[in-house]
């Protein structure tokens, strides 16, 4: 290859793998947090919530799917969904920080989906005017599920926060501990710049104010107090993970590691 | 589904019959109940547990309690009487052809 060649293929090859790193954040997000909504089915505080859960959590799997198989299709190594899905360690995936974090109590779920879902809510509207045809795509298609999450998860914030003396501290405790994991939510780095100045997503800056302004109507409607902001520890988005990742790997990892190519 | 201790049947929330559309211009159709604690959340359950398939368009929920219903004890008195009126059923006359959809 000339150097003439090599020089112009060098950038595009640096976009192609910015551009894997950050559709694998958005897909590990979601298979993630739907993994751990799944934790719920069976337990829920009654029937009919149970079943909610369960949806949001196959709607976010979905979402993972989509992504996954665009992710695979980028990288050009012949790995599907599935293998990305399950056969890739801690230090590979991606996601958020926040969504690995334990169900807790049903207060602590619904305040990790309600970042979450206000999170992506921006995120995907952004991405419904993404210069990549497919992301568009796939954000049309899953902002109108994250439309439902946030209606779901601020309506319980709401009631959890706004109801008794019990539901109100145990909600504001989940507010509490999860909120140092929110730095990392709109937290650029060298990939966000990358999408950014492609014309892929816009940048994150430009969507914090508007997440931040929601959150801010949601606890007040809630009677919540918003904790102060914390530097940025968390680096889930780089592959560095909270000890509970691990965790949920092994769960959702052991069938297929432990018989490779099982169907069913 | 509840732990021994908790209060059973959905957290005492009252009763909602779910009522849905399965197509435009189709009426809605009782398809069952969900427990909720308010209006905004009985839409919410009625679509979590009865619009996973695409069963429908549009939902209708209203509080159990206000749902006035007949009497058992008075089927006969309000039922029985049509019986012998077979004549009210429009099948005494012949169908032309060219009528469609019928």
Known sequence: MSTAVAAAVRPERALNEALLRYVLRLADTSLVLGQRLGEWVGHAPALEEDLGLGNLALDLIGQARLLLSYAGQIEGRERDEDALAYLRDAQEFFNLALAEQPNGDFGCSIVRQWLIDSWQLEIYTGLQESADSRLAAIAAKALKETRYHYRFSSGWLVRLGDGTAESHARVQRAVDDLWRFTSELFAPDEVDARMASAGIAPPLSSQEARWSARVDEDLRAATLQRPATQPYPWHGKRGVHTEHLGYVLAEMQHLQRTYPGARW | ?102
């Open chain 2, 1 to 102: 589904m509840t732990d021994p201790g908790k209060p059973p049947l959905a957290l005492g929330w009252p009763l909602f019959e779910v009522f849905i559309r399965s197509r435009a211009g189709l009426e809605h159709k009782h398809v069952g109940s969900v427990h909720a604690a308010d209006a905004r959340m009985a839409i919410e359950h009625a679509r979590d547990v009865y619009t996973r398939r695409q069963e429908g368009i549009s939902i209708w929920v209203v509080a159990s309690l206000d749902i006035i219903a007949s009497d058992p004890e008075e089927a006969d008195a309000l039922f029985e009487p049509a019986r012998d009126k077979v004549y009210r059923h429009p099948t005494f006359y012949v169908i032309p052809d060219e009528v469609k959809n019928l």
